[in-house]
């Protein structure tokens, strides 16, 4: 038997033991952190971590962004094994240093397992779209891919995915504004001209990405609204090649045209160049048009890469355009019957350089730009004047324009620390940009007697405009995150941000407004010139807390936002000196719900200066019927938007729903403030002012929900959106509100095989504008079109395309039609690899063509259409070249 103080000595000896080990095992154990991505820089989920120190072996599995993290390492070398479903396994060694206790690994890059990808497709189930939080992943395997198919013909097939005819490609209403390839930078970024070229055979994957911006990418800091990127996956050594095209045409109505690109691409080298002409014949005259650009893209070293372009165009169209406008005011309806024809001319080059720089701890980008324009245009309109006022008028005018502009832009960003977790951000940029113009103007206005409907007197003005604007803006700005998570955390991640932009506008603009007598003399005059200059200096200053793990990403703090707006007058002692301090709330959450499910809410807050021409207090009397002028007094007003997003899919079956919906809220709205005021010769005219309105708001919502079948063979999809909006107006300075309602509805149907492709749809809108104005009546269009579109491959050089659309309108206030647009493709391949193509296309047959649109301005509703030819036959040929790297797969 043991007695007391043995006891004791022996319990106090094993605490000391356990206490020491307990410090020991603190002071060794180590942490190893990264993240596995792809070769377009997106992480990878669910891959495989293993590590390997010793006897001891740990295992973990990355989160949906591709990050983990072991912890509980003691010895100080370790091996580490990644694998992926897939991708080729990774394996490496590293040693810890005697201090360290942290090892950073940063990205691992997997690359795709060839033969484990054909494996996948000869005998694996393909899933066709995967879901990330800021990006959906489409499955190329899972869908119908022709030989001959470019990556537009793939898109139309993807669930929520839009491509008009000029190659626009929409997500759940959304434009794709860039493109990459491989999550790199593409040649020049244009959407439309490169799905047009690049072939959809070579792409594994599409992906359609919620994209903050490079500066987001690398700190983390998501601010504003994102913006819509394309991303195109190509398999296994498919990212280098040689493409181009050439190909010309000639038809009816004087229409021949002529295109020749050519791409050189081996990665991150790339050299493209373009050149197009196009002509063609309306009613009204000529079109031309005239394009030619290169641009190149080249790395300096590892770590730096310098692109550049040039681009060059000249356009000349003649048109023909009639319009009926409705103007609401307090003592009735004014109607204005408009028929006009324009001939103009416009030239423009631009040209740009940017310095790209990414390491693994450092970001750098620079650029610079210039651009010049110029344009010359002449126009006659006639405008007959009902309703509450009665009177006619013809204006001829010539105008010309050149618009210089230069730009530059500097970003750099840097992560600190031992952990490298720290991040600051720096930016600053400046614009000049100038508009020199000078326009003649002559107006002959007839004036009626209301009730005879009989001209009694006639007035006749002949004016030189002379206007001179220069704009110069800067800014600048910084971000700083600070991560206040624990580095042994492998269940979330958090970060204090800070981050403050300055931006600074200064306009300054000249009017200065002649009169011709008979004679041809000039004689200025003072109240119709002006010479303004004005300031606006606003700051942001935002502080917030962003919370990242596996399931949801979300942040939320507080933005404040001072501004200063100022301006001045030559010759005149009033001057414009405001100061406003906007604060608002930020949030920004993505939550993925599920592998199948993710939820998206945004909130934005900014502030939005007068435009410098609803600040002036000269006349703008170009347009007589309606004299402009300014407030001075004005003051910046403050935008709240909100965003939400929900997305569905079907991991196999490929199904798929998305919903959106949004509101924005403006306070100090500048609306208009449209008074009819006698004029010197006894009729009246409208004059335009402008005030500052609170109760601007509109909410909207849309949905795409689509059901494959059969492999995906067939699909039937619902598309639609409704929205609700209220519009602050003044007439004779009587508050009013223009509410407005819209809705659609759309049911498509396609089937695409490797022989037969085809798709067909009906539309409905409908869009009504109620103003509280008791002499305004409701206006309420509705519009109904049925699609048909089709191709059949009748053999390996053989092919067919018809299309037909049938749309009926209601509601409009000019002539409308219901047209019946008809038209057919017949094309047929030759040459070796079927390179060169000729093909007959008929537009139109039944020459039906007719575009109505309408406008909602301020108190005013406008139905326009222009005059158009739209039946025409033309024989294509074109030569397709190309040779890209890697197996193609038939």
Known sequence: MLNSKTKGTIFLLVLIGLLFNQQLNAQTKRVVSGVVKDSTDLGIPSAHIRLIAGKDTINTSSDSDGKFLLSGIRQTGFDILVRGIGYKSHAGKYTFTDKQTEFELGGIVLKPDVQMLDEVVISGKVSP?????????????????????????????????????????????????????????????????????????????????????????????????????????TKPERNRGRFGNFGSNAGTNNRYGFNATGNLWNGDRQTGMNTSVSNSNNSAGMSQSI??????????????????????????????????????????????????????????????????????????????GGNLTSDKSVRKSNSIQTGAIRQDQLNESGSS??????????NWGKRLGKKKKRTVMINAGANINSTNGDEHIFTQTGYYDKEADVLVKDSLLNRLVDTRNKTNSFNAGFSFSE????????????????????SLNSTNNSLQTSVLDVQGRTNHVDSLSNIYTSQFLSHNLRLSYRYNSKAYDYSFGLSMQPSTLTGSYEGRADKVNQTTVNMSPTADARFLLSKSQS????????????????????????????????????????????????????????????????????????????????????????????ENANGNYNFGSNYSL??????????????GNLGYSNAVVYADNAKNYNR???????????????????????????????????????????????????????????????????????????????????????????????????????????????????????????????????????????????????????
């Open 599 to 690: 939820l998206n809410l945004n909130y934005n807050g900014y502030t939005t200066a007068p435009r410098f021409e609803q600040l002036q207090p000269v006349p703008d009397s170009r347009n007589l019927l309606n004299v402009i002028i300014g407030n001075p007094n004005l003051k910046t007003s403050f935008n709240h938007s909100v965003n939400i997003g929900y997305r569905l899919f079907g991991n196999t079956s490929g199904r798929a729903l998305q919903i959106g919906l949004n509101g924005n809220v403006v306070q100090n709205q500048v609306v208009s403030n449209v008074s009819l005021i006698p004029d010197t010769l006894g009729g009246f005219k409208q004059e335009t002012r402008f």
């Open 291 to 368: 394009l030619a650009g290169g641009s190149i893209r080249q790395p300096l070293n590892k770590q730096l890469s310098i692109s550049g372009g040039y681009n060059f165009n000249q356009n000349r169209n003649e048109n023909e355009m009639e319009s009926a406008v409705e103007t609401i005011n307090e003592i009735g309806t004014i109607y204005n019957d408009n028929n006009s024809k324009s001939n103009q001319k416009s030239a423009g080059n631009s040209v740009n350089i940017d310095v790209n720089g990414r390491l693994k701890d450092d970001f750098f980008h620079a650029s610079v």
């Open 706 to 719: 689509s059901l494959p079948f059969a492999e995906r063979k067939y699909n039937l999809s619902f598309e």
């Open 740 to 890: 407005g309602i819209n809705f659609s509805q759309s049911l498509r149907a396609s089937l695409n095989t490797k022989k037969v492709s085809m798709g067909t749809s009906v539309n409905y809108s409908f869009n009504a504008n109620d103003y509280s104005l008791a002499t305004a009546n409701s206006r309420d269009i509705e519009t109904w079109s049925f699609n048909l579109n089709s191709r059949i491959i009748a053999s390996k050089y053989l092919s067919g395309q018809v299309n037909a659309s049938k749309r009926i309108n209601n509601g409009y206030s000019i002539n409308s039609t219901n047209p019946l647009l008809i038209g057919a493709t017949i094309e047929t391949t030759f040459l070796k690899n079927r390179m060169a193509s000729l093909s007959l296309q008929a537009s139109d047959l039944l020459n039906q063509g007719n575009t109505v649109n309408r406008i909602i301005t301020n108190n005013s509703i406008i139905d326009s259409r222009s005059n158009q030819v739209t039946r025409y036959v033309v024989m294509n040929f074109s030569m397709r070249l190309q040779n890209f790297g890697g197996k193609k797969k038939s």
């Open 483 to 502: 991560p206040i998570s624990k580095a042994t955390d492998t269940v979330k991640r958090e970060s204090i941000d800070l981050s403050y932009a300055l």
């Open 129 to 233: 779209i995967r879901v990330m939080k800021d990006t959906i992943e489409y499955n190329t395997g899972a869908y119908v891919v022709r030989e001959d198919d470019r990556v537009e013909d793939l898109l139309k097939q993807l669930p929520g995915m839009e491509v008009d005819e000029e190659g626009k490609v929409t997500s759940m209403g959304k434009e794709l504004t860039k493109i990459r390839v491989n999550g790199k930078d593409f040649f020049t970024g244009n959407v439309k001209e490169f799905i047009k070229q690049l072939p959809a055979e070579m792409l594994s994957h599409i992906q359609v990405i919620d994209d903050y911006g490079d500066e987001a990418n690398f700190t983390g800091i998501k601010t504003g609204e994102p913006r819509k990127v394309l991303n195109l996956v």
């Open 401 to 410: 324009n050149d618009n210089p502009g230069l730009s530059t832009s500097f």
